[in-house]
């Protein structure tokens, strides 16, 4: 299996501009995590899926943030507007139902 | 409040030099505790899942034990390839899956 897999490795931006982030699960799993990560703040969990249907969104900071999945072997993240606060390294991970967390390369997210 | 806090933040190793990884936890009814290793630029590698008091799981030169408070990272006989943050963390009872992780540990074995 070719593991969970994100686009883009990297991401640079303008202050303002729309910021799509992608990932691609392990087939098969059926739970999907997006995290953020944060030399300050650490790994935190933005959201949650469940079967394609969001579960847990408490840990999406404001409503710029927005998430999708629309089958099992896709999702989203989206910015709008971004800031340059929100720039981080975010992470998509895999599991089937309460087991082990599988994590991708992640994005690196720079807004200026 | 669920807590997890790992010790030291920082560890420099000579090669050959084994050394124990803590990470402690405050949790309402633990549901496993899971150990995971980061290379820079890169996401967390899973390791380990624990989840009685007295279990034990190994992994080449790794070694992970869990007791009621607090789990421990064995790092027998490093080499610098085991340079890397060492995160832990946990699940708690009446949570869907979601994981709480502590700050990690960075550890750098030097030839």
């Known amino acids: 299996d070719a593991g969970v897999i994100q686009s883009p490795r990297h991401e640079v931006t303008e202050m303002g501009q729309e910021v799509t982030l992608r990932c691609k699960p392990i087939?098969?799993?059926?739970?999907l995590f997006w995290y953020r990560q944060t030399m300050m703040r650490g790994l935190e969990l933005l959201i949650y899926f469940n079967n394609n249907v969001p579960i847990d969104d408490s840990g999406m900071p404001e409503d710029r943030f927005s998430a999708k999945m629309p089958n099992a072997s896709f999702s989203t993240l989206k910015i709008q507007p971004s800031e340059p606060r929100d720039s981080a390294v975010y992470f998509c991970a895999s599991s089937q139902t309460l087991t082990e967390q599988y994590f991708g390369p992640g994005t690196r997210l720079t807004v200026t | 409040e669920d807590q997890v806090t790992q010790s030291p933040e920082a560890l420099r190793l000579q090669e050959g030099e084994s050394s124990s990884l803590n990470c402690s936890y405050t949790?309402?009814?633990?549901?496993?505790l899971f150990w995971y290793r980061q290379d820079p630029g890169k996401g967390p590698e899973f390791l380990f899942t624990l989840y009685s008091a007295g279990e034990e799981k190994e992994k080449e030169r790794l070694k992970a034990t869990l007791t009621k408070k607090e789990s421990f990272l064995h790092i027998t006989a490093p080499k610098p390839e085991d340079s890397a943050t060492y995160l832990c963390a946990v699940r708690i009872t009446d949570s869907w899956g979601k994981l709480q992780f502590g700050a990690g540990t960075q550890v750098v074995v030097t030839p």
């Open positions: 949790v309402s009814g633990l549901r496993g």
């Open positions: 087939s098969g799993h059926n739970s």
